[in-house]
């Protein structure tokens, strides 16, 4: 009995290290995000109740958002519908003095069915900043003064494929000018592109020194038109590497409880069969 507990500490000792190998790489940390949600709940559920993801004060309320199959091909998404789905976020943020980049996956169906559909910025009742296809557009950007047209900043430089999923990438970061938020937007269908490299090339749109600065402490998914606009993998970090990669990430297979044990196994058997090896040369 003495000798084959001796045996399994040794086969455990020796298969610890690759199991502790596929678990960090299997589990990447990401200590600097600030909210995220990768909508990973039942395909076919309305959105509004959910209650995943991090960095938000309590659940998604009201719109008609539906949970549909991951853009990957792997995960889960959001079918944002024709009415707004709002979250509160656990923490004001402000521009002034910081810099936020804001990923997420998209893909688009239609953009000719309706006024405007994406994501918004809020701060209490008050919407800050819209990107998606902003009101009127029939296509892709941002509105740095809110949805609806009204009084906008619209910026538009990006003409994607349909049903295609692209990686949006924004960021807000302090202007040269005092008092300003810098507004830019990169958008590529190449999901396994360098942070970096993505955001050290030219932007799709940008708004330099023209939007004050402002806070945002809610999140809303809105629009005109049902069924037009996926998104998936939504993060806020202030590195564009750490918002990305939980972006990119959400489309990438999330390894089931088995696939543990089997890697355990694994693990194990290679270090019984260097054990057997060494005995054999003893």
């Given amino acids: 009995m003495a000798s084959s507990k001796v045996f399994f500490?040794?086969?455990f000792c020796s298969a610890l290290p690759c199991i502790v190998t596929v678990l960090l790489v299997?589990?990447?940390?990401?200590?600097?995000?600030?909210?995220?949600?990768?909508?990973?709940?039942?395909v076919g559920s309305n959105l509004a109740g959910q209650n995943g993801g991090s960095g938000f004060s309590g659940a998604w309320s009201g719109g008609?958002?539906?949970?549909?199959?991951?853009?990957g091909g792997t995960g889960n998404a959001v079918q944002i519908g024709s009415s707004i789905a709002t979250?509160?976020?656990?923490?004001?943020?402000?521009?002034?003095?910081?810099?936020?980049?804001?990923?997420?996956?998209?893909?688009?169906?239609?953009?000719?069915?309706?006024?405007?559909?994406?994501i918004s910025l809020w701060d209490g009742g008050t919407e800050q900043v819209f990107f998606g296809i902003p009101y009127g557009a029939g296509n892709f950007g941002f509105d740095a003064r809110g949805g609806t047209g009204v009084g906008g900043i619209k910026t538009i430089d990006f003409s994607p494929s349909i049903n295609t999923t692209y990686l949006i990438t924004l960021g807000l970061s302090p202007s040269a000018?005092?008092?300003?938020?810098?507004?830019?937007?990169?958008?590529?269908?190449?999901?396994?592109?360098?942070?970096?490299?993505?955001?050290?090339g030219a932007a799709n749109a940008s708004l330099l020194g023209a939007r004050n600065n402002f806070s945002f402490n809610t999140l809303k998914l809105n629009g005109d038109y049902a069924g037009s606009l996926k998104v998936s993998g939504i993060a806020n970090a202030p590195t564009a590497a750490e918002a990305i990669?939980?972006?990119?990430?959400s489309a990438a297979p999330v390894p089931e409880p088995g696939t543990w044990a089997a890697a355990a196994l694994l693990a194990g058997g290679a270090a019984f069969a260097r054990w057997r090896q060494r005995a054999k040369v003893a």
Avoid: C
């Avoid at 299997?26 to 039942?42: C, G, R, V």
């Avoid at 976020?89 to 000719?112: C, D, E, K, R």
């Avoid at 990669?245 to 990430?249: G, M, P, V």
């Fill in 245 to 249: 990669n939980f972006s990119t990430q």
């Fill in 26 to 42: 299997a589990s990447p940390a990401h200590s600097a995000l600030l909210f995220t949600e990768n909508f990973n709940y039942t």
């Fill in 177 to 200: 000018t005092s008092g300003k938020v810098d507004i830019k937007m990169w958008a590529t269908s190449n999901l396994g592109i360098d942070p970096n490299t993505l955001i050290a």
């Fill in 9 to 11: 500490s040794r086969v």
């Fill in 87 to 118: 979250r509160s976020l656990s923490s004001t943020f402000s521009t002034s003095g910081n810099t936020f980049y804001i990923s997420y996956l998209m893909s688009a169906s239609n953009f000719a069915g309706g006024n405007y559909t994406g």
């Fill in 64 to 71: 008609s958002s539906t949970i549909v199959a991951g853009l």
